[in-house]
């Protein structure tokens, strides 16, 4: 399955550009959407979900048009959403039944079936019989990726899934969602590098509603090679660090400051030892050049 974009915009009432002009090509495996909040992440997933039209351009899901097949696309679409609505007096059981009902499966052994399969999948089987209101957040994030997956579709488009979560629910969600994407079209949206870095074979990043770069996570952090660099610093010389370079980390050693940098900026005296980049830095590099583009 491939998703094609074509010269995708979109402009709110009052003249507000969330997407302008965006094409890509998202193939089947995990696939990372990356930017800032305001970049048009949220637009881009809710055109992609069928729950708005865009002003412009073309999107094909699976051979189909987003503006003319909505039914069709939504049957091969689960969606889970950053706010994700249950009714919390329902045993997460009778939830992913209601669920299924809904998506059409009238056999009550094959929701039965389908149910007890997603339970088990998302490593909720112990908790089937539990209120939702109960459930913790990891919890309840595992339930809705339950819900989404209870179709069996071939699209997942899931909205700053880990959002919340402490890191042993976080790490737990993300290998989830690798093992998922095996199979058919994961989209995550998201602004926690980490998320993609760990997950995603392809991503694209978006700012200010603009495609600025797509490609695979290690191919954007070689762009960082040479430019990431460890030092120990006076914390009174920070403000002058953070104006020639962009801050990834500062933590106490002594009293002075351990520092990971990112950036071309001038030593000015400092010791720096250059490191390997990860995707963060990559990350924080890229947008930094943007905006020196955008200041020029």
């Known amino acids: 399955m491939t998703i094609t974009i074509r010269e995708l915009s979109k402009t709110y009432k009052g003249g507000v550009t969330a997407l302008d002009g965006v094409s890509m090509e998202i193939p089947t495996g995990m696939f990372g959407l990356l930017g800032p909040n305001g970049a048009g992440k949220s637009t881009m997933i809710k055109i992609l979900a069928t ?18 097949d909505r039914r069709k696309i939504r049957s091969r679409l689960g969606y889970l959403p950053q706010e994700f609505g249950v ?3 329902m045993k997460a059981q009778e939830f992913l039944d209601f669920v299924a009902r809904m998506n059409g499966l009238s056999s009550k052994s094959e929701r039965n079936r389908r149910v007890d399969q997603m ?9 089937a019989r539990r209120k939702v209101k109960a459930l913790s957040g990891g919890m309840l994030r595992r339930l809705g990726i339950a819900q ?3 179709g069996e579709p071939k699209l997942l488009i899931v909205d700053e899934p880990t959002v919340g979560l402490d890191p042993e629910e976080r790490i737990r969600f993300r290998g989830l969602l690798q093992d998922i994407g095996r199979e058919i079209v994961i989209i995550l949206s998201t602004h926690i590098v980490g998320d993609i870095s760990s997950t995603c074979e392809n991503l694209v990043i978006l700012d200010r509603g603009k495609l600025r770069y797509q490609g695979s996570p290690p191919e954007l952090t070689a762009m960082a090679q040479g430019k990431t660099w460890e030092t120990v610093a006076e914390e009174k010389d920070l403000p002058e ?30 010791e720096l030892k250059p490191v390997s980049p990860n995707l963060e830095d990559a990350y924080i590099n890229f947008m930094g050049g943007l905006e020196e583009e955008d200041n020029d």
């Open 119 to 127: 339970l088990e999948k998302v490593g909720l089987a112990e908790a």
């Open 87 to 89: 009714y919390p007096k």
């Open 241 to 270: 660090i953070k104006r020639r370079f962009s801050v990834i980390s500062t933590a106490p050693r002594g009293d002075r400051l351990h520092l990971r940098l990112v950036g071309e900026g001038s030593a000015n005296g400092l």
């Open 148 to 150: 989404a997956l209870i």
């Open 51 to 68: 729950l708005l039209e865009p002003s412009s351009g073309e999107v094909v899901v699976d051979g189909l048009d987003v503006s003319k």
